[in-house]
Every structure is written in C-alpha cells, then in structure tokens.
C-alpha cells in the first residue's frame, strides 16, 4: 500500500473510530478501551474495533476529551489477515499511522557533477598556487635578507681594511718623520763637529802664526 493509500485508510479508520465513539456515548457511555499494555487477544481487538487503541494512561477515553493529550493516539494495524469492520487487507504488513521519513538524496545531473568537480579542482589549484606564492615568498625574503647581511659584511670589510690602511700609512709617516728627524739630527751633528773642526784649525793656526811672530 503506497502512502497516499495508507493515509486515506488511516482517515477512514479515525472516521469510523469516531463513529462508534459517538454511538457509545449515546447507548450510555463507551466500554474501557483495550490497549496494548492490557495485551488483549489480537482477534477479539480487530473483532471488535478493528483496530488496537494505546492510551498511555489506561483510562477510560470519553467523547471529547483526550486523556493522554494524544502521545499515543496513532492507529495501530495488528492483524495478520482482513479486518471485519476497517477491510484492511495488507495482513498487517503497514501501520495505518506509519509516516515514511525519506532521506533527501541529492541527485545531479552529468553537467552539474562536472561543474562541482571543475569547481573542486579549481579552488584545489588557487590554493595550491597560494602556497607557491607563499613559498617564493619566503623565498624572496630570505634572499633579501642573506643579501643585505652580504652586503653589511662585506661593508665592515671595507671600513676594517679602510681602517689598517690609514693605520699603516699612519705608521708610515711616522716612520719616514723620524727618519727625517734623525737625517736632520745627523747632519747638525756633523754640522757642529765640521764647524769645532774648523775652530780647532783656525786656532792653531792662529797660534802657530804667532809663534813665529
């Protein structure tokens, strides 16, 4: 039985139900309804009602009110062959109240499912060409950095071989000032020893000369 069927069926029986509901009512109140707890015989139930009624408060159900606020009011199927009264013949294979809970399957088209898969394929591709960006990235930086520290080396390098080189033609001048000093110490020395030199002459020939006198 389909499921447009079952709940025209389950519309018949709550009609019916009903009916002899309002029919007890008015014969002088309706009998104490069988429920499953009290575990009735199956073909007294469907001989009688057509149907097993499961009112979870086991009280007697009065026209016009509902006992159980309708937690277990659904209409439930237990015979195994043809109801008497209901003619429900599915041998007791569907519950009249039965609600068919479908997962919802997602079905696409061949178009659609190449687009999915072309759109997976390209954000795969943007993220990993953003990681090769990142990647050259660091890359670059790491450069520019080994660069500068290069060029900062070779900088010191430069002001230090600078530096020895002031320092030698530092000391170089100071070399060539002290020989000049000690050039020019030398020659006033042999200045002055020329100079007693031609005093001790001048004397003695001054004395000489004299003596002949």
Not at 17 to 37: C, H, I, M, S, Y
Not at 158 to 184: D, G, R, S
């Amino acid at each position: 039985m389909g499921r447009k069927g079952a709940a025209g069926q389950h519309g018949h029986n709550v009609r019916r139900w009903r009916e002899e509901v309002q029919e007890d009512a008015k014969e002088g109140g309706p009998p104490r309804r069988p429920t499953l707890r009290a575990r009735a015989p199956v073909d007294y139930v469907l001989a009688t009602h057509g149907f097993a009624r499961d009112d979870s408060d086991d009280g007697d159900y009065q026209p016009g009110e509902d006992p159980d606020n309708g937690v277990d009011d659904e209409m439930q199927d237990l015979g195994d062959a043809e109801s008497p009264l209901t003619g429900d013949s599915d041998a007791g294979v569907e519950t009249l109240a039965m609600m068919v809970v479908e997962t919802p399957v997602v079905v696409m088209t061949p178009v659609e499912a190449m687009l999915t898969v072309e759109a997976l394929v390209t954000v795969e591709m943007l993220t990993l060409t953003l990681a090769m960006l990142t990647v050259e990235a660091l890359a670059t930086m790491e450069m520019m950095t080994l660069t500068m520290s290069t060029v900062e080396m070779l900088t010191l390098a430069m002001v230090i071989v600078e530096m020895l080189t002031l320092v030698m033609l530092t000391v170089e001048a100071l070399a060539l000032m002290m020989v000049e000093m000690l050039t020019v110490e030398a020659l006033a020395m042999v200045m002055v020893e020329m100079l007693t030199v031609a005093t001790v002459e001048a004397l003695v020939m001054l004395t000489g000369g004299s003596r002949y006198c």
